[in-house]
């Protein structure tokens, strides 16, 4: 959950041009292609500095947060919550219990949460994860931009980023690569036709 941004001309809007938010999903993820490890955790990232990657700059580009149920109950457990006022969305059949002040329970359904967001005129959601809930999104057309922040690190067996089988060709915006071997990889999604 680490990240960087480069390109000054990241989307701000959904790409077929009309008012809805941009969805980016944005991670970390393991050269083969790991977002977490067999138990869940992300101690394959220890060795990075989110800042270095420019964390700190993207958090500042969105406005809002969609997360599953198991994302959110990790970052809970990691002590204080991080994401400071923005709405959270958090996909979940369960009540939050003692949640931060702005996040909402929310059922499985994208389009839901873009109207809400879009209603209130929030600009760029970051699409957090986890992989389950990135396929939801990903199944309803509902992804502009893969910002992938790829760590040279293999994590030889664990949570995979991509759960299904989709064929699909992007278009690369940015590509920039540091001194630690981390490289952050930005795609836009093809176009989804608006509902
Ligand atoms: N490397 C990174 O940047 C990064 C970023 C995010 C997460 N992660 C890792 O991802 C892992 C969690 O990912 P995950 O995919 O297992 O879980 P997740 O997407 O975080 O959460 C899954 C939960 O969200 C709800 N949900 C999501 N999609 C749904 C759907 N299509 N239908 C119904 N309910 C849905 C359900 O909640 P209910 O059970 O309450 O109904 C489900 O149990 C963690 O280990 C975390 O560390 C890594």
Do not use: C
């Amino acid at each position: 959950m680490t990240g960087h941004t480069t390109n000054p001309a990241r989307p701000h809007e959904g790409s077929d041009a009309t008012n809805r938010p941009a969805v980016r999903a944005y991670l970390a993820v393991s050269l083969d292609g790991f977002v977490a490890d067999d138990a869940g955790g992300v101690s394959f990232l220890d060795n990075y500095d989110a800042e270095e990657l420019g964390a700190t700059r993207f958090f500042e580009s969105i406005d809002a947060l969609v997360m599953g149920r198991k994302s959110f109950d990790q970052v809970l457990s990691f002590g204080d919550w991080p994401y400071e006022d923005r709405p959270t969305w958090v996909v979940t059949s369960r009540p939050l219990e003692n949640p931060p002040p702005h996040a909402i329970a929310t059922p499985p359904d994208p389009q839901r949460i873009i109207n809400e967001a879009t209603k209130r005129g929030l600009n760029s959601i970051w699409l957090v994860g986890g992989p389950a809930t990135i396929a939801l999104f990903d199944a309803a057309d509902r992804i502009d931009t893969w910002e992938l922040t790829v760590v040279p690190e293999r994590v030889g067996a664990g949570i995979p980023l991509f759960t299904n089988n989709r064929r699909a060709t992007l278009t690369l915006e940015n590509a920039t690569p540091h001194p630690s071997g981390v490289v952050q990889l930005d795609y836009r999604a093809q176009p989804a036709t608006e509902t």
